[in-house]
């Protein structure tokens, strides 16, 4: 069968933690994966290099942001195949960590998204693909350029069917995800209706809910968010919309972080559901009936299908319905 791109003009790497994921992006490319030869001495540093020539060749890197190790083991990486005279670095990071840190909220703070794209801008990427930046005002922070994709078109895909027979309202844990639910539920069908929970932030990882706003008795609500971290925001949101009346509940997020394991979703009565994506790997051990994943994988083949042959991403936001 005939590759979907050219191996002898481009070449695909899966890091660490996204190799499962980046091979089967290479067996839906109909490609091979190219390994990556990685020495860890005995002070934990790490020297990683491609087991074949990149010279003049686009490499795509496909890895996961999720902890200070990844991050350095895709800096390194990047700077080898700079100094190994790579035509172009396109790294496909289905989560960026320190997304959050977008703005000093108080004096003397950083701003890690910012600093987090000038090291890899300064490595070397000449092109950052990702899913649902905390602030899509992160990609300006860039001066390369930068695919901000939703994995809500995914979402939405798998949820047509169910949607005819349960009849959601969508709801955003806080105010700042007003806009990804009402993109979310114009997706789904336009006369859907949303609610927003209002939510205030105490302490880091710790919040209280003040209010809501519209109308959840009776309905069956997905409460969509971007990043689920220790589960706070969306857990206690989904108490709260039962404590108001609403029958099921099912929770979805991009980015499942899931720092404080998954027991207290698995052992919630008030939740029947949890979609989330594959950008954070560990989700792929956690063995739950609750918990269905949707994959990011065709959506990663697809753009690099589609960014190979120079061709529009657009079809990337159309639904399959
Ligand atoms: C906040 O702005 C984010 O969108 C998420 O709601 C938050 O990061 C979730 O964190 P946690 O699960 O720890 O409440």
């Not at 990427?125 to 005002?137: C, Q, R």
């Not at 860039?142 to 939703?150: G, H, K, N, S, T």
Request: glycine share 4%; hydrophobic share 40%; proline share 2%.
């Amino acid at each position: 069968m005939v590759s979907k791109i050219d191996e002898k003009k481009a070449i695909v790497f899966g890091l660490t933690n996204q190799l499962d994921l980046a091979k089967l992006v290479a067996n839906s490319l109909r490609i091979k994966l190219t390994e990556i030869d990685t020495t860890i001495f005995s002070d934990k540093e790490i020297l990683v290099k491609s087991s074949k020539t990149v010279r003049n060749k686009i490499a795509y890197i496909i890895c996961s942001l999720d902890s200070h190790n990844a991050l350095m083991e895709l800096l390194l990486f990047v700077d080898s195949l700079k100094r190994a005279s790579v035509s172009r670095v396109i790294v496909i990071s289905t989560y960026m960590c320190y997304s959050r840190q977008d703005r000093k909220t108080s004096q003397r703070e950083s701003i890690g998204a910012k600093l987090i794209a000038k090291l890899l801008e300064t490595a070397g990427v000449d092109k950052l693909i990702s899913f649902d930046l905390h602030n899509p005002s992160i990609q300006g922070f860039y001066d390369i350029p930068v695919d901000d994709l939703r994995w809500i078109y995914q979402l939405t895909n798998s949820l047509y069917k169910e949607e005819k027979k349960m009849k959601f309202t969508i709801v955003s844990p806080d105010h700042g995800g007003a806009v990804r639910a009402r993109r979310f539920a114009e997706l789904i069908t336009k006369d859907i209706k949303i609610a927003i929970i209002d939510k205030r932030r105490t302490q880091p990882n710790v919040s209280e809910i003040v209010g809501l706003l519209g109308e959840v008795k009776n309905k069956n609500c997905i409460i969509i968010d971007d990043i689920i971290d220790t589960g706070g925001t969306i857990l206690k949101a989904a108490k709260y919309l039962k404590e108001s009346g609403a029958n099921n509940i099912y929770l979805a997020a991009t980015h499942g972080l899931f720092s404080k394991g998954f027991e207290m979703f698995e052992n919630s009565d008030y939740i029947d559901k949890v979609f989330i994506s594959d950008s954070i790997p560990k989700v792929n051990k956690i063995n739950s009936e609750k918990l269905k994943i949707i994959s990011l994988e065709s959506m990663i083949s697809k753009i690099i299908e589609l960014d190979f042959h120079s061709k529009s991403i657009s079809e990337l936001y159309t639904l399959k319905k």
